[in-house]
């Protein structure tokens, strides 16, 4: 297969290139130039926000799939439904569990609570400034979705992504932030009530979205490992890596710590079983991937 990665170069996205690679496909990565793609992957340098400069660097290629890693509103959803939808033959979008956003559900979510055809889509908000896309991450992502899911112009899959854990190139500063304040013992802010979430390793979701690629089911799916986190658990396992002392601190209003929740939105992924993918669980590798973090600071 011909693939495209759009902004493939960091975290799960370069080890999906490599996992692609290594099958046998034929790798391209699109991105603005920051970075480079992986070694034996092609590279195609375009902002995606400037539908003219995605056009100039597409020139006539064609692919059999296309991997969004990067899509994260409505506008740049149109964009790429217009200059891919003579190009792509599948079109995966990564998303994410916070579509579920304003779900509080005493069983897990299913993809049926947020359907993308239903979602209204408003362009007009200020997709641009970086403090709102901030704020709005989540719906972003279902009016993104939405714009693709209505008559879609390709065959498309949007894979809902747990939080992820893993790799000593984690970017996000999450599990640093647990670190420091274990290392030093100083408190955590938790809610007062505190839900688990679904998780899933990096490699993991690597290899899933590998799978998707090359796969026929279409519409919204689920991914995350079998068994849900608590914050205990991240943190004791941290702890056991740094050494220090976690100091839970509930709070009723303010900012809480990244891996704590006021709702309970873990997620189903009853339906990408169904389909064949086989996920691990969460206690099989959350040390591993403790270990990689921690390990790289």
Same mark, same amino acid.
């Given at each position: 297969?011909?693939?495209?990665?759009?902004?493939?170069?960091?975290?799960?996205?370069?080890?999906?290139?490599?996992?692609?690679?290594?099958?046998?496909?034929?790798?391209?990565?699109?991105?603005?130039?920051?970075?480079?793609?992986?070694?034996?992957?092609?590279?195609?340098?375009?902002?995606?926000?400037?539908?003219?400069?995605?056009?100039?660097?597409?020139?006539?290629?064609?692919?059999?799939?296309?991997?969004?890693?990067?899509?994260?509103?409505?506008?740049?959803?149109?964009?790429?439904?217009?200059?891919?939808?003579?190009?792509?033959?599948?079109?995966?979008? !990564?998303?994410?569990?916070?579509?579920?956003?304003?779900?509080?559900?005493?069983?897990?979510?299913?993809?049926?609570?947020?359907?993308?055809?239903?979602?209204?889509?408003?362009?007009?908000?200020?997709?641009?400034?970086?403090?709102?896309?901030?704020?709005?991450?989540?719906?972003?992502?279902?009016?993104?979705?939405?714009?693709?899911?209505?008559?879609?112009?390709?065959?498309?899959?949007?894979?809902?992504?747990?939080?992820?854990?893993?790799?000593?190139?984690?970017?996000?500063?999450?599990?640093?932030?647990?670190?420091?304040?274990?290392?030093?013992?100083?408190?955590?802010?938790?809610?007062?009530?505190?839900?688990?979430?679904?998780?899933?390793?990096?490699?993991?979701?690597?290899?899933?979205?590998?799978?998707?690629?090359?796969?026929?089911?279409?519409?919204?799916?689920?991914?995350?490992?079998?068994?849900?986190?608590?914050?205990?658990?991240?943190?004791?396992?941290?702890?056991?890596?740094?050494?220090?002392?976690?100091?839970?601190?509930?709070?009723?209003?303010?900012?809480?710590?990244?891996?704590?929740? !006021?709702?309970?939105?873990?997620?189903?992924?009853?339906?990408?079983?169904?389909?064949?993918?086989?996920?691990?669980?969460?206690?099989?590798?959350?040390?591993?991937?403790?270990?990689?973090?921690?390990?790289?600071?």
């Amino acid at each position: 297969m011909d693939i495209l990665i759009i902004g493939g170069s960091r975290y799960f996205g370069k080890r999906l290139t490599a996992r692609l690679l290594e099958s046998g496909h034929a790798v391209t990565v699109l991105n603005r130039g920051s970075s480079a793609p992986p070694e034996g992957a092609a590279h195609l340098v375009a902002d995606r926000n400037d539908e003219t400069a995605l056009e100039k660097s597409l020139g006539d290629r064609a692919f059999d799939a296309v991997v969004d890693q990067v899509c994260y509103t409505p506008r740049q959803a149109e964009i790429a439904r217009r200059v891919f939808g003579a190009r792509a033959r599948r079109y995966v979008m !990564t998303s994410t569990v916070e579509v579920y956003e304003y779900e509080d559900s005493a069983v897990p979510v299913r993809e049926e609570a947020v359907d993308p055809r239903t979602v209204a889509v408003d362009t007009g908000l200020p997709w641009d400034d970086p403090e709102f896309l901030d704020g709005h991450y989540g719906e972003g992502k279902r009016q993104a979705e939405a714009v693709f899911a209505v008559d879609p112009p390709f065959p498309f899959v949007s894979v809902r992504v747990a939080h992820v854990l893993g790799g000593d190139d984690d970017f996000t500063g999450r599990v640093d932030h647990y670190a420091r304040r274990i290392r030093a013992g100083e408190p955590i802010a938790v809610p007062v009530v505190n839900h688990p979430a679904t998780y899933v390793y990096v490699e993991e979701i690597a290899a899933f979205l590998a799978w998707a690629v090359e796969a026929e089911f279409t519409g919204p799916v689920n991914a995350h490992s079998h068994g849900l986190l608590t914050t205990a658990e991240i943190c004791a396992e941290i702890e056991r890596r740094v050494g220090g002392r976690t100091v839970f601190q509930e709070v009723e209003v303010g900012q809480v710590s990244p891996f704590s929740f !006021t709702r309970s939105y873990g997620m189903d992924n009853a339906r990408a079983t169904a389909l064949g993918f086989e996920f691990g669980h969460s206690s099989d590798w959350l040390a591993q991937a403790v270990s990689e973090t921690v390990g790289a600071r």
